[in-house]
Structure formats: C-alpha cells, structure tokens
C-alpha cells in the first residue's frame, strides 16, 4: 500500500533457477559478446531481431496519461538532491538494456558489446557507433567515465553501489574500461552495465541565457539526452510532459523494436491518493495500479467499469522476480531501539489478523522473509548448507536461529492481543522498562517510551493508528505523522526518524546491494538504503557469502542464513503485501498476447488503439 518497489529488476522462471549457475555466458580475454546474464546462458543470441513478447509491428503515435504521487523538483539523475521526475529515464539510457523475460539479463544499448574476463576482474563496453544525442553528437566513451565519475563523487548511494568499481578509463576510440578491486564478483559487469550516462557536453555548457550549468546542482531545465523521448513541456512540481523523438538513434536496435510507441506520456502529481483515483475515474488519468484493498473492492462500480470502458485485471508478472520486505523500520541509531527485546516487543503490539477482516478484505498476507514471495525466503529450521554456514559463525548469531523458525505473533480477537501485549511487557522488562502511571518507562532514566512514525502517505494512516493504538494499551507513545514525498525522502536520508513505513525489494539474484541494504559500511552512510543502521559482523559475513557464491545452491543457502539473521535480529515490525497487482485502465490500448513473464510491460510494449 503506497509504496515505491525499490531494487534492482531481474528476470527468470522459477523452475530454472535451482539448476542454474550464477556464471553468466563467457566474454572472456578478447571476445565480446552482445549481453551478459548474471544467472544461466542468455536466451537471445548474436544478430536476435526483437524480444519475444514485443510486437514488432506496434504502431506508433497517441498519448497516455499517467498519474504519481507526491511532487519533483529536479530532472538532473546525478546528484542524491531533490525529488527526482521519475519518468526523466525515458530521456537517458543506459550502457545495456535488460531483457522483461530473463532474469538479471542485459544485451547491448549504448554499448553494442561486452567483454570480461575470466576472474571478472574487470568489464570492458564497447559503444555502438550510431549512438547520439538529441543534438546530433555521438555518445562517447568521454560521457561514460564523466557520468560515472560524476555519479560517485556526488551520490553517497551510487558511491556505496559502485564501492569496489575503482576507476572507468579509456582503452580505445570506442572502448571503456572499468576495474574492480575483487574478483569473482559475478554481479559486478551487470550492475555498471546499469549506469545511466548523461552527456558531458551539455552539462558543462551554458544554458540558452547563458548561464553555466551545474551538474551538482538540481535543475528544471528540460535536460537533453539519448534516450527515445525528449521533454516537451513542464510545470515544476505538478506535470510533466515526454514527447517522442522523430529523430531517436536507436529505435530499430533489437532491444527497442516494438517499444516506446505512444508519441506522447504525460505525468501529473497529487498530493492526495484519493484525488489521484477521482482523477483516474473522471479520464484525465489513463492508467491506475490499485493499492488499496478496500477501493479495490468497492469502488469500482461507476459507470465507466460497467459499461466496459475501464477494463480490470490481477497481474502477477511483477511479482514473480522480486521479494519484498515492507514494514515499520526502526532507526537503531537511536539508542531506545537498540535493544532487540524492544523492537520484538514492537512487533506483538501489531494487529495484522484484525487489519485482514476489517480493512484489507481478505487480501494481503502478513511477510515473514525479506525475501517474501520467493524460493530465497527462509523457513522451517536450518539445515544442509545453510546449516553448515549458521554453525560456521555459531558464537555470532542468535541462538534462536539454530532452534525456532521466525515466526510473526499472531492476533485477530482481543484475547490473543492480549496475550500478545502480555509478552510485549515481558520484552520491554526485560530490557529496564517498566509501567509506571500507564506510561511505558526506562527504569533508570525514567523517561517514557514515545516515538513518531513517519509516513509518506496518508494511505498508511490507518494501519499506523491502529498499531499506535495497541501500543498505548502498554504505556507506549506512538504519534503518526504523514509527511510530503520530498521530506519523507529527505528524512531518511538524513536518518532523522524513529520509526519510519518503508519497503526494500529483492531480485532472484541478490547481491551487491545487500551491502547497501544491511552491511555496517552502509549504516554510517548517509543516503543509502540501510535506513535501520544495521553494523554487524556476522551480517557483512553473511552478505559476502551472497555475493561470492560460485553456484546457485550456494547462492541460495546463504541468502537463507542471511535472511534468517536479519529476522531474528528484529530489525523490522514487518507488515503484510499482495503477489497480484490489481490494475485498471481506460480502454484506449492495446498490448501483446503474451506479456513478459516479469513484466506488464506498461507503457513501454503497449500502444494506442487504432481508430
């Protein structure tokens, strides 16, 4: 519910995964090769003409009009400032492009191939000679090592992703160069085939007054870049408008045949959800991903659905590459939080079971993974290799992970609340708090136990008061407080929260962003995602043990023993997700028969019905 997924996007059937190498397709010495899969071979060889669920054929032209949340103030993707307009992607491209079909698989963009070599050491691209931008100069290998550069100096997250890339350098007229301090990292050639390039030239020009640009600085200038649209029009902060470019160099290239259709896409914010869907059933809004299960379930029948102009579907194509934690995040860089007794205690004040009757319609299920919905998720005891691994560092995780599956407290009528709230005193008793005057106190400090919960929506709104209210019945003082999307965002850069509603997503293929997510590095790094502050030994173990696994078994046993540490750690008061996103549109479009297993693919290989 009013969550943005965060996290890398990778592709692959499920039933192949337990068989599959993490080795990708060798590029190896001086051969290059035309993708790379971070998991199994790649499905579409040298020479291939399109991706299999595209329809070569689409027609081009219409416009869509698209809805977001909240507000932006910026268009430059460089610097961790501002609030950054989504869709300014469709302007940018990256060095290779990912398959919606495959997991974690990327064939040529900007760079036509790849080469690397056997102890994936390094990663070298070589550009496509036909890549320009929107002013009719070509994309050099000068735009790479500035974008990346200027990527690592200014964003302390792109910095902590990029950590062991030491230096991006020119080898050839056409031919970029990045070297990594670590070997057999298997992950890394893919991650900086993700990098989005902007162009040197017009960054470090002038404007059309000219004043000098700042690629430090936000900016509401329509930015230039390579990518298939251009901004045609803006008003800061509320839309946005993308047009199609006549003149796009890459729109035959087999990684683009079929998409980018519609000739133009607009984006309007709200500040409100509830006016982002009467805007949505009115028309002004053309595409609507439901987050709310009470609106899903009863406020559809206006005349627009029944009389079959609006159409309705469950979609679970994005759901089948990802997992998810979302919940209540603690920020344990503030002392009252430090203690693993007090955030468990947390955890049995949170009413899932009543939350499912009364406002979710049955819906959504409560997480118990960091990995939710995916074959990574722990479960029942440890065993085999995850075994092998938890016992390795014995002395340096809970106990409780060798004799108890992590299992979240279960409500749903005031009796078992009862007893759950029972517990949660033992817990905070335990810790050197007690109840004195219904308050929820240290006993050495005296000062009572109060937090704020930041959200980013108001559509939270009841599920925070309602575990704010179970709180109080233990002396706990929970305030809710909704903030705009540019505070919240700010907020949690800065670490300047209690307790937050956030989210991290997960591929099939975990890897270097677990160090953002959970490593001790992170937690001291201001912008990156390890919003809870967690430094722990066994942990950054744990993590290098993903991220240098040489086969999936490997791969797979200590994502679990990884995932069954975070849990019982009680890092978060984990809340609840749906594996269908429930999804409605005006009928103006058209789209493949087969979707991308991994993807609905919207707007990208959809277009505008014929007349």
């Known amino acids: ?103 974690f698989s990327s064939y040529g963009l900007l760079a036509e191939s790849i080469s690397y070599p056997a102890d994936f050491s390094s990663v070298s691209f070589r550009m496509n000679p036909k890549a320009r931008w929107a002013d009719g100069k070509p994309v050099t ?44 990292n298997r992950e890394l050639p893919n991650v900086v085939g993700q990098l989005q390039i902007v162009p040197k030239h017009w960054f470090e020009g002038t404007t059309a007054s000219g004043r000098k640009r700042d690629i430090t600085a936000t900016t509401l200038e329509p930015v230039m870049g390579s990518g298939p649209y251009k901004v045609a029009s803006i008003r800061p902060g509320s839309t946005i408008r993308y047009e199609l470019r006549d003149d796009y160099w890459g729109k035959d290239l087999p990684v ?10 607009d984006y309007t914010y709200f500040s409100d959800r509830n006016v982002e869907f009467q805007a949505f059933r009115g028309g002004s809004v053309d595409y609507w991903q439901e987050n709310q ?54 955890n049995y004040a949170f009413d899932f079971e009543t939350l499912k009757r009364t ?40 106990p409780s992970v060798f004799t108890e599956e992590y299992k979240n407290p279960v409500a749903g009528d005031q009796n078992k609340l009862r007893d759950n709230l029972r517990k949660a005193v033992g817990l905070f008793k335990q810790a050197g708090y007690e109840i004195r005057g219904n308050k929820m106190v240290n006993t050495k400090s005296g000062e009572a136990f109060a937090f704020e919960i930041m959200l980013n929506s108001p559509i939270i709104e009841p599920v925070a008061l309602s575990f704010s209210t179970n709180l109080k019945l233990i002396g706990v003082t929970a305030t809710v407080r909704s903030v705009d999307d540019s505070q919240f965002t700010e907020r ?67 994502v679990h023993a990884l995932d069954r540490v975070l849990l019982h750690h009680h890092y978060v008061v984990p809340s609840y997700a749906s594996r269908q996103a429930p999804t409605a549109w005006w009928d103006k479009f058209d789209r493949p028969a087969n979707l991308p297993t991994y993807s609905v693919g919207f707007p990208t290989i959809w277009w505008a019905k014929q007349k």
């Open 1 to 103: 519910m009013g969550l943005k997924m965060i996290g890398k996007r990778v592709f692959l059937p499920m039933a192949l995964l337990a068989i599959s190498l993490i080795i990708p397709a060798p590029a190896f010495a001086d051969n290059w090769t035309n993708g790379i899969s971070t998991i199994g071979e790649l499905k579409y060889p040298p020479g291939f003409k399109h991706f299999d669920y595209v329809n070569p054929d689409a027609p081009k032209g219409g416009a869509v009009h698209l809805s977001t949340l909240g507000t932006f103030d910026t268009l430059n993707p460089v610097p961790n400032k501002g609030n950054l307009e989504g869709g300014v992607a469709l302007v940018y491209e990256t060095l290779m492009k990912p398959a919606s079909d495959e997991v």
């Open 141 to 184: 290998v000068e735009d790479v090592i500035f974008s990346f550069d200027k990527s690592k100096e200014l964003d302390p997250a792109k910095a902590f992703y990029y950590q062991h890339v030491t230096k991006a350098e020119k080898v050839g007229d056409a031919e970029v160069k990045f070297t990594f301090d670590q070997k057999d």
């Open 256 to 265: 683009n045949v079929g998409q980018n259709n519609f000739q133009t896409i």
């Open 293 to 346: 299960a009470k609106r899903w379930a009863t406020q559809y029948d206006f005349p627009a659905v029944k009389e079959g102009k609006i159409k309705r579907e469950e979609f679970p194509n994005e759901y089948r590459a990802t997992g998810v934690m979302v919940g209540f995040i603690p920020n344990i860089r503030r002392e009252k939080f430090r203690d693993e007794r007090v955030r468990q205690a947390l």
């Open 359 to 398: 406002i979710f319609f049955g819906r959504y299920e409560r997480i118990g993974s960091y990995f939710h919905g995916t074959e990574l998720a722990s479960k029942g005891l440890p065993q085999g290799k995850e075994l092998e691994i938890l016992n390795s560092m014995k002395d340096e995780v809970p």
């Open 492 to 558: 949690w850069r800065n670490r300047d929260f209690d307790v937050m509603y956030n989210a991290w997503g997960e591929s099939l293929n975990p890897g270097n962003e677990q160090a953002e997510y959970w490593g001790s590095k992170s937690a001291a790094t201001p912008g990156t995602r390890n919003y809870v502050g967690i430094s722990d030994p066994a942990i950054d173990k744990l993590i290098q043990k993903v991220i240098f696994s040489p086969v999936r078994e490997d791969q797979v046993a200590a």
